[in-house]
């Protein structure tokens, strides 16, 4: 699986858009971007995923370059309980269950 | 909404002593996952089965650590003897039968957290 690098940490005020960038400029074309939080304290959760168009669910949308090398995650209006580490990790579907490889994320912190 | 279940939630114990996690996945998960997180790094699989049979335990440190999920549902980690660096979370994660839903979305429990003294 590609590797991905993500910013150590940021800051965002609340009810203002979060955006938080991935590099993964050894992608594979077959390989999807998947975004997992962790909460203090509690087991990661999942986000949302795409492989090559935008996608948008009820908590976040997910923006990928068109050379598919980066991607942004975007929670359109953070509140104090967006605060989490995000991870970004690309992956394989092979048909079968695989592993997460998870790096050390972003460490969002949101403020009033 | 069906959730990941493990016990104990923390667990203290003095190391060379033998300490054992359990995790129950969503009803119906054919894929488990055992995790291990260190503080301040991501979360690192220890081992996977798929069903009742493991399909990669290849960081798993096999001389102190076994799992097993004999009936193909919920499962059990050990570790004997207990070691100072082996103070982490555990998590248990599970996915749906591949081939059902992509893709795999992995739901975590809420960890259990390992203290050796």
């Known amino acids: 699986d590609a590797k991905t690098t993500q910013p150590t940490s940021m800051d965002c005020a609340e009810g203002r858009a979060a955006n938080l960038p991935c590099n993964h400029s050894t992608i594979s074309g077959n390989e999807y971007v998947y975004w997992y939080r962790q909460i203090h304290s509690q087991g990661p959760q999942y986000i949302i995923h795409g492989l090559k168009n935008n996608e948008t669910n009820e908590m976040a949308s997910l923006i990928i370059t068109e050379d598919r090398k980066s991607s942004t995650l975007i929670l359109p209006h953070a509140t104090l309980r967006d605060t989490a580490v995000y991870y970004c990790i690309v992956r394989v579907e092979t048909g079968t269950a695989s592993k997460l490889t998870f790096g050390t994320g972003t460490r969002l912190q949101v403020m009033l | 909404e069906a959730e990941v279940a493990q016990s104990p939630r923390y667990k203290i114990t003095e190391k060379s002593q033998a300490v054992a996690f359990w995790c129950d996945p969503i009803?119906?998960?054919?894929?488990l996952y055992w995790y291990r997180q260190i503080l301040g790094q991501g979360p690192e699989l220890l081992v996977q089965?798929?069903?009742?049979?493991?399909?990669?335990d290849s960081q798993l440190p096999k001389d102190r650590f076994s799992a097993e999920r004999l009936k193909g549902v919920d499962s059990t980690l050990k570790i004997q003897p207990a070691e100072l660096g082996d103070s982490a979370m555990y998590l248990c994660?599970?996915?749906?039968?591949?081939?059902?839903?992509?893709?795999?979305?992995?739901?975590f429990g809420p960890g259990t957290r390992l203290t050796v003294t």
């Open positions: 994660a599970s996915s749906s039968r591949p081939g059902l839903a992509l893709p795999y979305e992995q739901y």
């Open positions: 009803s119906g998960h054919a894929t």
């Open positions: 089965f798929q069903d009742e049979s493991v399909v990669d």
